[in-house]
């Protein structure tokens, strides 16, 4: 019973498409959100989200979106998918900003 | 910029005996921090967190420090067990909707 689910866990793709990775949390949070961990393990907030506002860390290209179609909801869709996009994604949940819990991760990796 | 410090990648205790992660962090308006435990594969763990108005936390082995005017967190494991090796990232948040500040990890070994 995943409290935060994502999917798909591994993602290959080529370089130029557009792909999406969705991810749901069951525990009634407020506020979802996606990081992004790079080569060097170093994990980066991307998006947060809830009801009322986005906030989006401003060194994100605008190729990567977030979609939240309810309060449950967070996909990340990304355009134009580039070499330097292989990373793993994580998506993360938290009740006004408590009880942070995090998804297992989807590795992309663009060819 | 980095807000959130770990100066050390790897540490590496024995079996049974006390391991201590540390972290530093530069923003003043931090008032909430958190420690994850991250296995290879597996999305990041809670562990324990601490608010700024407290100076410890403690649950069971784990038991976490913080050091306001230092700007300064620890996170104490005793005794430390095989499992608990692992990936450590400390974490802070400003209260504010804007998720998590991680610090760079630190690989802790536990060596039987």
């Known amino acids: 019973d995943t409290a935060v689910s994502q999917t798909p866990k591994y993602l290959v793709t080529q370089m130029g498409n557009d792909k999406s990775i969705k991810c749901e949390q069951n525990l009634g949070h407020d506020t979802m959100y996606w990081y992004k961990q790079d080569s060097k393990k170093f994990l980066k907030i991307m998006f947060s989200y809830n009801n009322k506002e986005l906030i989006i860390n401003e060194t994100v290209p605008n190729r990567f979106s977030p979609k939240s179609p309810d309060k449950a909801h967070l996909n990340l869709h990304i355009n134009s998918l580039e070499l330097g996009d292989s990373a793993v994604y994580f998506c993360?949940?938290?009740?006004?900003?408590?009880?942070?819990?995090f998804g297992s991760g989807t590795r992309l990796t663009v060819v | 910029d980095q807000q959130v410090k770990q100066n050390s990648p790897s540490l590496s205790v024995q079996e049974g005996r006390i391991s201590i992660l540390n972290c530093d962090y530069t923003n003043s308006m931090f008032d909430y921090f958190l420690w994850y435990k991250k296995y290879p594969a597996e999305g990041p763990t809670f562990l324990i967190s601490?608010?700024?108005?407290?100076d410890k936390n403690e649950d069971g082995r784990f038991t976490v420090f913080l050091n306001k005017s230092a700007k300064h967190l620890s996170l104490h494991i005793v005794p430390s067990q095989p499992g608990d090796s692992a990936v450590y990232f400390c974490a802070a948040s400003g209260g504010g909707a804007d998720g998590l500040t991680f610090g760079k990890g630190t690989h802790l070994i536990i060596q039987p």
């Open positions: 993360a949940s938290s009740l006004r900003q408590a009880g942070y819990t």
């Open positions: 601490i608010s700024s108005i407290k």
